[in-house]
């Protein structure tokens, strides 16, 4: 089985801080996603990447960006953290045909 | 925009009965439907696809339909058990071949013994 490994479940992290969220993939699975999952709003793209080094914005990138060095890992990076992104992170790969999430990380930030 | 409406947030049924759960879409044509089950704290997990050209997909208990004409798919839990409690989380592809997905809000499913 894939498996995807978000490498916190829960995280507390102060306004203006700089957060990253890490997610490691154990396939060789070349395209990897960040969501963040609101209640009411659902599931939302930040951003994702078909390849290493390669990028692009997904429907919500503000405040965001991400790191692809290696193909296993994609980071998403919190310039400068806000309360409004308070939220649960989750982490996807897509190989064959359906999409493989982690469990997610729950991000609050105070 | 593309648009993804799953028609209830809640609902709630008796074990043993079948769940139906739908899923309606405007201004796309998907390529493929996929659903999800997502239980509380935890990230989406993989249930089925059904492509455009195939009417009905079957997976042990779950069927489910794609209607392109009125531009829906149901998902039907047959037998339902309190196990099968859980949100369900419809999505389809756009951007092409290696798109993403956009998903449904999910109607969260309990099933009462």
């Known amino acids: 089985d894939v498996k995807v490994t978000q490498s916190s479940r829960y995280l507390v992290k102060r306004t203006g801080e700089k957060v990253f969220l890490e997610c490691v993939q154990d396939?060789?699975?070349?395209?990897m996603f960040w969501y963040r999952q609101d209640p009411g709003l659902g599931l939302r793209l930040i951003y994702f990447s078909y390849d290493v080094k390669m990028k692009e914005k997904g429907d919500i990138p503000e405040g965001y960006s991400v790191s692809r060095e290696k193909k296993e890992r994609f980071s998403l990076i919190l310039e400068s953290a806000s309360t409004n992104q308070t939220s649960m992170y989750l982490c996807a790969t897509l190989g064959g045909y359906g999409y493989t999430f982690g469990s997610g990380t729950r991000l609050t930030v105070v | 925009s593309q648009k993804i409406e799953q028609n209830s947030e809640a609902l709630n049924i008796q074990e043993g009965k079948t769940a139906t759960l739908t899923c309606n879409y405007t201004?796309?044509?998907?390529?493929?439907l996929q659903w999800y089950r997502q239980d509380p704290g935890r990230g989406p997990v993989f249930l089925l696809l059904?492509?455009?050209?195939?009417k009905e997909k079957r997976k042990e208990r779950l069927k489910v339909t794609f209607d392109t004409t009125l531009k829906q798919s149901l998902f039907h839990i047959t037998a339902s058990q309190p196990a099968d409690s859980a949100t369900y989380l419809c999505a389809l592809v756009y951007g092409g071949s290696q798109g993403n997905l956009i998903f449904g809000k999910g109607t969260k499913l309990s099933v009462k013994p």
């Open positions: 201004n796309y044509s998907p390529a493929y």
């Open positions: 059904i492509r455009e050209n195939e």
């Open positions: 396939m060789d699975h070349e395209n």
